[in-house]
C-alpha cells in the first residue's frame, strides 16, 4: 500500500481519522439531541443546523483560499484552534442555548480543516486522481465507523460524556497535527504551486468559460446528491426514531455499519475502481443509482432490517460517488487554485448539510408528509442525473478545445 500512498499522504489520512472520529461523536445526534433533549421542534432544530451549515460553507472557502496564497499549514492550524476551544467548551455547556453557539463553533472549524485536508490529499498524491481522494474518503470513513459505536456507548451514561469523548479525539487531533503536520513538504513544487506563483510575480492563471461552466455543474451535481443523502442523517432519523420505533442506539449503528462497509468494501472497490478509473462518470451514474436505490428500500421499509438494507445500498452510491467528485474537480482547478475548488467541492456538502434538513422538514410538516419527502429524493437525484452528464460534455469540450489550441500553437512555432 506505502507503494502508492506517499508518506506525506499518510500523515494526511492517519489525521483525518482522529478528525472524523472525534466529530461523529456529534454530528449523528445532533437532530435527535435538540428535539428530545432541548426540546426544540423540527423546524427550529432544522433552521439551527442550516446556520451550522452556513458558517461552514464560509469557512470551507476562507481556509481553501488561505490554503492557496498562505500556506496549507496556516489553515489547518486555525481550524485546528477553532476545534479544540469549541469542543472544550460543548462538554461544559450543552444546555439551550450554549449548545446551539459551540455547534456552531464546531461547523467554522469543520469547514476550515476539511477543505485543507482534501486540498492537501490531492497536492500531496503525485498525480492528484482518484487514489488520494479515495484514501482520504476511506479515513473519513474509518471515523464514521468509530465514532458512533463509541458515542453509542457513552451516550449511555448521558450526553455530557459524548461531548467529553469528542474533546478528547479534538486533543488527540492537535497533538496529532502539531507534531507531525510540519513534517509535510508544505513548500514543494506541488504543495506551494501557489504562493511560488505570486512570488514571481505571475499573473493568476483562470479558467476557461467552459471549465467554470463545468465546474459549477459540478458543484450542482454534488448539491443534487447531498440534499437527500443528508435526510438519512436529519429528517429520517426522527422518522426511524419517533414512527418506525428505531432506537437511537440502533439508528447510531446504522451509521457504524456505514463506515465499516466503506472501509472494509475497498478490498472489493478498489479493482473494480481501477478497472474503470478513467470513466468517472460511469462511477457517478452508479452512485446515483444506488441513491435512488437506498430511498426505495426505506420508503418501504417497516421493520429495523429494512433500514439496514438502505443504508448497505446508500453506503455503496458512496462509495462510487463521492471519491469522483474532488478528483473531477481537481482536474478542473487551475495551477494554484485547489485548496479553493477543494474548499468549494466541500462548501456543496455543507451547503446540503445547511438546506437538507430545514428543506425536509417544510416538506413533511407542509407538502405530504414523509411520501412527499421521498418523492422530492427522487427528483433531486434524477437531476443530478441530467446535470453531471452535461457536466462532462462541457468538459471533454474544454479538453478537446485546450488540445487544439495547443497544437495550433506548436505549428506557429
Request: hydrophobic share 55%; net charge positive.
Amino acid at each position: 500500500m506505502t507503494k502508492w500512498l506517499p508518506k506525506d499522504l499518510w500523515i494526511v489520512i492517519i489525521g483525518m481519522v482522529l478528525l472524523y472520529t472525534g466529530l461523529s461523536f456529534i454530528w449523528p445526534f445532533n437532530m435527535i439531541y435538540m428535539t428530545q433533549e432541548l426540546g426544540m421542534s423540527t423546524t427550529d432544530a432544522s433552521l439551527v443546523l442550516l446556520i451550522n451549515s452556513g458558517v461552514g460553507i464560509v469557512s470551507s472557502i476562507i481556509g481553501g483560499i488561505i490554503f492557496d496564497r498562505f500556506s496549507g499549514f496556516i489553515s489547518l492550524t486555525i481550524g485546528t484552534i477553532i476545534l479544540v476551544l469549541s469542543t472544550a467548551s460543548l462538554c461544559f455547556f450543552h444546555g439551550f442555548p450554549f449548545f446551539i453557539w459551540n455547534l456552531w463553533a464546531v461547523g467554522i472549524a469543520m469547514g476550515m480543516v476539511f477543505s485543507g485536508l482534501y486540498a492537501a490529499a490531492g497536492l500531496t498524491h503525485p498525480t492528484g486522481g482518484r487514489t488520494g481522494f479515495n484514501a482520504i474518503y476511506v479515513a473519513q470513513n474509518i471515523g464514521v465507523a468509530v465514532g458512533p459505536l463509541l458515542a453509542g456507548l457513552l451516550a449511555k451514561q448521558g450526553m455530557s460524556h459524548v461531548y467529553i469523548g469528542s474533546f478528547v479525539f479534538a486533543i488527540a487531533f492537535a497533538g496529532y497535527f502539531f507534531f507531525f503536520f510540519h513534517k509535510i513538504d508544505w513548500k514543494s513544487e506541488r504543495v506551494s504551486a501557489e504562493t511560488k506563483h505570486r512570488k514571481k510575480g505571475a499573473k493568476r492563471e483562470f479558467p476557461t468559460k467552459l471549465a467554470l461552466c463545468s465546474f459549477i455543474l459540478l458543484l450542482l451535481t454534488y448539491l443534487l446528491c447531498q440534499l437527500p443523502h443528508v435526510q438519512w442523517q436529519s429528517n429520517l432519523s426522527t422518522y426511524m426514531t419517533e414512527i418506525k420505533g428505531v432506537t437511537s442506539s440502533e439508528y447510531g449503528n446504522l451509521w457504524s455499519l456505514n463506515g465499516a462497509l466503506i472501509v472494509l468494501g475497498q478490498l472489493v472497490l478498489i479493482p473494480v475502481v481501477n478497472r474503470f478509473k478513467k470513466y468517472l462518470l460511469v462511477q457517478i451514474y452508479i452512485g446515483i443509482f444506488l441513491f435512488i436505490l437506498s430511498f426505495v428500500v426505506a420508503m418501504n421499509a417497516s421493520v429495523y432490517s429494512g433500514f439496514v438494507l438502505g443504508m448497505i445500498f446508500l453506503t455503496l452510491g458512496e462509495m462510487f460517488a463521492w471519491p469522483a467528485i474532488p478528483t473531477i474537480a481537481y482536474q478542473l482547478a487551475p495551477k494554484g487554485a485547489a485548496g479553493l475548488y477543494q474548499g468549494l467541492v466541500n462548501g456543496m456538502a455543507t451547503a446540503a448539510r445547511m438546506l437538507a434538513p430545514f428543506i425536509g422538514a417544510i416538506v413533511v410538516q407542509n407538502l405530504g408528509g414523509i411520501k412527499a419527502l421521498f418523492i422530492g429524493a427522487f427528483i433531486l437525484l434524477g437531476c443530478a442525473l441530467i446535470s453531471i452528464t452535461l457536466q462532462q460534455i462541457l468538459q471533454k469540450k474544454d479538453q478537446q478545445e485546450k488540445a487544439a489550441l495547443k497544437i495550433s500553437v506548436n505549428q506557429g512555432e
